[in-house]
């Protein structure tokens, strides 16, 4: 199977579904001429004009109305945000209006709107451009959360989201973006919902989302190396959560580890935790549940100090190694 980008792989299923649905259409700042902030819509003003390949002003208020607006009335949107951060300048439009509107109006009506957000640290560009807010959006009844950790992952979960009728809401970590892997050439979808057992394990379950997924894999295999057999679960999808399979994988291990990058008090560790604690699968546990997040502090500048604020391989191989000389 060929080999592509991660950000290759986002673009070749916007265009594949653009040729598809002439209702699918994409704006943001920069993504025209510039190709994206990140490159992801690199030729595609050519291919498809300016009506479909939308410029828009400085203005996440103004663009995320319009992407709404358009949602509701019957046209299938892709919202790029230059950073995920800037959420926080169009959370009304998302929150109070996307979320809320199909239910307000009886389920008569759709909001199928796609928002992609480059999200998370170890670029180097500071507080206000390299937060995971995933959790805050898991948070909102009527919206989906998605978080595809491979080039594989962001094609197929990509697609499911384009084709989704209700808004969702699509993390891409920015240091992702040029990360390689086998992706078909053809359009395919990955439901949402649907975990994925990058690498099966019996002595310890570790849920990683995002490129936690690719340091808990690097984890993994140096503790094979000392006999440890880790199983790391990748949800892809945080709404909706695949409960059965982190479950399942607890009932097999008797531990567990959840790794994400955003900050760990109120992470999604917090919720699958809960799960655990909740389930048939907590009589299974030997050892009490770890959570690995992100320091509670804005990402520093400084790329020594991001560094420490967010997991790092050897912090997950300290937290297995501890969980497993649990007494």
């Known amino acids: 199977m060929r080999v592509i980008t991660y950000a290759e792989a986002l673009r070749e299923t916007i265009c594949q579904e653009m040729r598809l649905n002439e209702g699918v259409f994409i704006l943001g700042e920069d993504i025209g001429k510039y190709g994206g902030a990140f490159g992801v819509t690199n030729g595609m003003l050519e291919e498809f004009g300016a ?21 509701v009335t019957g046209m299938r949107p892709i919202l790029e ?44 560009l500071a507080a206000q451009h390299s937060q995971s807010l995933e959790a805050w959006m898991a948070h909102i009844p009527g919206l989906k959360v998605v978080q595809p950790s491979t080039p594989y992952d962001a094609k197929g979960l990509l697609k499911a989201a384009i084709d ?40 310890v379950t570790v849920v990683a989302t995002g490129i936690m997924v690719r340091k808990a894999l690097k984890a993994a295999d ?28 607890v009932k097999k291990t008797g531990r567990l580890i959840v790794v994400h990058e955003a900050v760990k008090r109120g992470g999604i560790g917090g919720e699958i935790a809960s799960i655990i604690a909740e389930s048939e699968a907590f009589d299974y546990l030997d050892a009490p549940i770890v959570r690995l997040g992100g320091l509670a502090v804005p990402l520093p500048y400084n790329p020594d100090l991001e560094k ?20």
Not at 62 to 71: F, K, L, M, R, W
Not at 186 to 197: F, N, T, V, W
């Open 164 to 203: 989704d009728n209700n808004p969702v809401l699509f993390y891409e970590h920015k240091l992702l973006y040029f990360k390689k892997g086998e992706v078909p050439e053809e359009s395919y979808s990955i439901p949402l919902g649907k975990a994925d057992i990058k690498k099966a394990g019996t002595d």
């Open 81 to 124: 945000l230059q950073f995920s951060d800037f959420i926080t300048c169009a959370i009304d439009n998302i929150v109070n209006q996307a979320a809320k509107l199909r239910y307000m109006f009886g389920g008569k009506g759709s909001v199928p709107l796609v928002v992609r957000l480059p999200s998370g640290g170890g670029a180097g």
């Open 222 to 249: 140096l503790l094979e190396n000392e006999g440890v057999s880790v199983e790391v679960i990748d949800p892809r999808t945080i709404v909706p959560l695949d409960e059965e399979a982190i479950i399942n994988s």
């Open 51 to 71: 009506e479909r390949v939308r410029d828009t002003p400085i203005s996440e208020d103004a663009i995320s109305g319009c992407a709404v607006g358009a949602a």
């Open 308 to 327: 420490k604020a967010i997991p790092q391989v050897d912090d997950i191989i300290k937290a297995v190694t501890s969980t497993l000389n649990f007494k």
